[in-house]
Structure formats: C-alpha cells, structure tokens
C-alpha cells in the first residue's frame, strides 16, 4: 500500500468541493448577467435566486459533513494500523486449515469434539496435492501438529486436512487453528490485516497472542 500516494491524493469531498465552487463561480456570472439585462418592468422573481443559493449552500454543507467524515476515517485507520505494530513478531492462532510454511515447519492445532477411534491428518499444496499423511490424536481436546517438510519444499502457504471416525464409522467433528509469527501488518479494502507467515488475517479473527517462541521441529 502506498501511504503517501494515498495521503496525497484528493478525497472524493474535495473534489466535489472545487467542483461546486466551479459551479457556484458559473451561477454567479449568469446571475449577474440575467440582472444587467432584465425587464424593468418586469424584473426577475429574486425568490428563485434564494432558493439556488440556499441550495448550493446545502450542498456545502453536505461536503464539509462529507471531508469530516474522511478526516475521521482517516485517523481511525491510523491509530488502527498503530494499534496492530504490537502484534508484530507475536505468535497468534487463528481458525483457518491454511497456514504459512516458514523455514521448513508449519504449524496447526486441531481439535476433536469427542474421542476417535482413527484420526487422519493430510498436509496438501494450494493445489490439493497431498504431500504428506499421518495418523493423529485420538482423544477429544485440543492438540498441536508440526509439519516438518521435506528439504527443498518451498514457502508458501499449505492446508491441513482431518479425517476422524468412531469405531462404528461415525464422523467426529473437528476444528483446524493456524499457527504463526506476525511478519508484518497490510491493510486490504479498508481492514487491517496481519501477515502471518505470509497469510493475511484480519485481526478480528485472531484467537490467542503468545510471545513468539523459535520453531521446533517435533513429532505429531
């Protein structure tokens, strides 16, 4: 996001200001012109000037309510972007089954409602390919899962699959957590976003803010 090209460029009340200035500078020339040559004997009805010029200065009125709206949004998305440097190298969780891979490791937490007789976690690409496949926990609750990805697997960002059954076949139903390190913060259509191992998250969506810890490889 460019600040300063943003920052600079006209708002839409502005432009709508020196476009009503223009308007007004026209109005005034015709008016002065309509005076010098009016009957009269017949002189124009001055209630309809009023009327023009009371409605221009609604219109005026609108846009300046119109900038002050813009200078507030303005400094709402500002003390908003300010607010979100604290998250910055914090490790935070949120619900999604897509996650960034930094360094050869990518971090989910998965939870089981209730016990399972057979749990199945699947790592697949942003293609849907599976690259890797193991068997989890199968105990109700929460439960963290490291993926430790073949030398050379490039960053980016990978999904977790669950498939976990009872022993008679009955689903159990399951929540997948992202797990990363806030890399940066971007902001996107007006919402401030966290880069989080180069997946954006809005900040409302953030479940839990921890001191960020360095990655370790470990078994599911």
Known sequence: MD????????????????????NFDQFL????????????????DSSKFTDQLVSFSQVEQSINTNKN???????????????????????VTT???RTGLRNGV???????????DKTTLTVQDSTGKVLYEAVGN??????????????????????LAISAQTASGTD????????????????????VNLSVNGLLIPIKDIQTVKPSTLSQKSPV
């Open 29 to 44: 020339t015709l008016l002065t012109t309509q005076l010098q040559f009016q009957d009269p004997l017949n002189p124009v």
């Open 3 to 22: 600040v300063t090209a943003a920052a600079t460029a006209p708002s839409v009340a502005t432009k709508s200001g020196a476009k009503l200035a223009k």
């Open 106 to 116: 990518a971090k989910w937490q998965y939870n089981l409602q209730s016990n399972a």
């Open 172 to 191: 159990v139903q399951t929540a997948i957590f992202s797990k990363g390190t806030v890399e940066s913060i971007e902001t996107l259509n007006g919402e």
């Open 69 to 91: 709206l813009e200078n507030l949004i303005s400094q709402t998305k500002v003390a908003a972007m300010s607010n979100a440097v604290g998250y910055l190298g914090t490790d």
């Open 138 to 159: 199968n105990k109700a609750g929460l439960h963290d899962f490291v993926w430790n990805a073949p030398a050379n697997t490039p960053d980016g960002i990978y999904k």
């Open 95 to 97: 619900e999604t089954n």
